[in-house]
């Protein structure tokens, strides 16, 4: 089999075809490896490789097809981003604090996916310590999007979105603490799933932080993989007392694509600054979509209050806490773009952060009696697409639409359903003039993995978008 045919094809795929002998796990990897010297020096996804380890792993998972016994995952390549804790890989966190940190320990999540068969090809960048949207950081550099190599793939999981998106493994994973999924999948033309809050356990960690907002999730190029990879990852470990109890299901399983019948709400305003012309209007054409599939769309907005000042709050006073018995040095080595988050930091007041938990009480009310009247919020998962990188890195574009914004205000879609915990996807809906992907956000009710993966798994049967894939990932 060509190599090009093995750089697309999914986790499911490949999982058929090692059972029936016609690929294995070898071979891919193999395959998988070589794509990955070839193209990844151009966007910078994966930054530390486990080439090594990776074809153990996959001789291991040949053995375990040959003695009828494989794993969920046997035999799939998958990257770790570089937030999360892997033994015996460097974990960096885009940090030179922690440039040459080697775990002693995997995260929960990791001793999943290791135990399922997977095959870690390696880790994922990230902006230092995953504070912004756009990654960059002084250790490795910037990612850049495969679509455009002058532009950002996004953050924090940007690695990891710009990896898949190029056929660097069929799935990854990321994790999301105010979008950090869904913003980079949405610009590098891939799907990315926030589960609920707790869904999949959180331990341990590098450094303090996001404690009640992070969320760890899929990467993938089709939404089936990304019911597959959460089948492995979800379910409760009392390291982490945020973790809920099993769902008992199986999302791969109970996956479908009918969405008769299904309330949905559309915005394209919620309470962001400005939207593109170009994002409005073609996510508002992806929400008919879902009309023409037999659900009841209408336009409808939950007015939530805006929370950019809030979300503020909690990054800067906890990036201070974090690191306070190493502030010299914090302040010494972080990205420079960083370095006031720390002085920031210092500004703010107790009063400020109980004020911004009662804040989340406000959204939390008003989106709970949204979603009384509605299934599914659908929303652009950015305000933009993907923008011009600057050195020395950046926050978010200055303008939208013509407008001045604030840094935050181009991931305002996002970062709010951080704050309630509900889960929410980015699923690829279009392309803009210039050629750069565009997502639209599924916002589901607590709890309710399974309504957000039915309607991104309708959209994705009645607008395919796995076939196409980005300049940077074609090999000369």
């Not at 950002?152 to 660097?168: D, H, M, N, Y």
């Amino acid at each position: 089999m060509k190599d090009e045919e093995i750089q697309w094809m999914s986790a499911c795929e490949l999982i058929e075809e090692y059972r029936s002998r016609n690929l294995s796990p070898v071979e891919v990897t193999e395959t998988i490896i070589r794509l990955t010297e070839t193209i990844n020096p151009a966007v910078n996804a994966i930054v530390t490789t486990t080439f090594e380890l990776a074809l153990e792993q996959a001789k291991k998972s040949e053995r375990a097809y040959l003695s009828g016994s494989p794993g969920p995952l046997e035999g799939i390549p998958i990257t770790i981003k570089d937030l999360i804790v892997t033994k015996g890989i460097k974990t960096t966190c885009g940090s030179k604090l922690f440039e040459n940190y080697v775990p002693e320990e995997d995260a929960v999540l990791v001793e999943r996916v290791r135990d399922a068969g997977s095959v870690i090809l390696g880790k994922t960048n990230v902006p230092e310590f995953g504070l912004v949207a756009v990654t960059d950081n002084v250790v490795f550099g910037p990612t850049l999007n495969p679509w455009d190599l002058k532009k950002t793939a996004g953050g924090s999981s940007g690695g990891a979105a710009a990896a898949v998106s190029c056929g660097l493994g069929p799935i990854a994973v990321g994790n999301d603490g105010g979008g950090s999924i869904r913003i980079p999948t949405s610009l590098c033309g891939v799907f990315g799933l926030k589960p609920q809050f707790g869904r999949v356990p959180s331990y341990p960690h590098v450094v303090r932080g996001w404690e009640t907002m992070n969320h760890e999730g899929p990467i993938s190029r089709t939404v089936p993989d990304a019911a597959l990879l959460l089948d492995v990852m979800a379910g409760p470990d009392d390291k982490d007392r945020f973790s809920l109890p099993d769902a008992d299901l199986s999302y791969l399983e109970t996956l479908c694509n009918d969405v008769k019948g299904l309330r949905m709400a559309y915005t394209s305003c919620l309470s962001v600054d400005a939207v593109d012309g170009e994002v409005a209007k073609i996510t508002g054409e992806a929400a008919k979509v879902f009309e023409e599939l037999g659900a009841l769309v209408v336009e409808d907005d939950p007015r939530i209050p805006k929370m950019d000042a809030d979300l503020t709050i909690m990054v800067t006073t906890e990036a201070l806490v974090a690191h306070e018995n190493r502030l010299d040095e914090a302040r010494e080595k972080m990205f420079p773009l960083y370095r006031p988050f720390l002085e920031v930091g210092e500004i703010f007041k107790a009063q400020d952060i109980v004020r911004t938990n009662f804040k989340r009480e406000e959204l939390w009310d008003r989106i709970r009696r949204f979603f009384e009247r509605y299934d599914i919020l659908l929303t652009p998962t950015t305000a933009c697409p993907a923008f011009d990188l600057k050195e020395g890195g950046m926050l978010g574009p200055d303008e939208i639409d013509g407008k001045p914004v604030s840094p935050a205000s181009w991931v305002g879609f996002t970062f709010p359903f951080n704050f309630t915990g509900q889960p929410a996807a980015s699923v690829p809906c279009g392309f803009t003039s210039d050629g750069l992907p565009v997502g639209i956000q599924i916002v589901g009710r607590r709890y309710d993995e399974q309504t957000v993966l039915r309607a991104a798994h309708a959209f994705e049967t009645a607008r395919p978008w796995r076939h196409q894939h980005p300049p940077a990932s074609t090999v000369s």
